[in-house]
């Protein structure tokens, strides 16, 4: 799959689906900084995930009475994180073996001069 007709959002869902994984209680501006996206997307990415029903939302109290959020993988956002995964492990091996091959052309154009 080139990256012309890819999913633009596959990398961010991918990396947001690993930052929840590893911390449910991080807020929507955490992510947002963590991901290098702004606090919009993150919520359109987000938002398409729990859409989706890869990822559930629920209410936990924080310290000084503040609401706060616990975003979980559900079993299918579990098995939709190794499906992106393995897509987007295919897709940079891809990338890799295009970019060893046109190393491999660069240094036999410069070793022919």
């Keep these: 799959m080139n990256q012309s007709t890819e999913n633009p959002n596959l990398s961010h869902e991918k990396k947001l689906l690993d ?3 590893a911390n449910p209680e991080i807020t929507q501006r955490e992510l947002s900084d963590e ?11 987000l ?3 729990i859409d989706r029903g890869l990822v559930k939302v629920e209410n936990f ?7 706060g959020y616990a975003y979980l993988l ?3 956002g579990v098995s939709e994180k ?3 995964t393995k897509r987007f492990l295919a897709r940079k091996m891809a990338e890799f073996d295009q970019l060893k091959a046109e190393i491999e052309n660069l240094q036999e154009e410069v070793s022919k001069e």
């Design 19 to 21: 930052v929840i994984a």
């Design 35 to 45: 991901l290098g996206l702004s606090l919009g997307k993150t919520n359109f990415v």
């Design 47 to 49: 938002k398409a995930l």
């Design 74 to 76: 559900t079993p299918q």
């Design 61 to 67: 109290k924080r310290s000084n009475n503040k609401m």
């Design 82 to 84: 190794v499906k992106i």
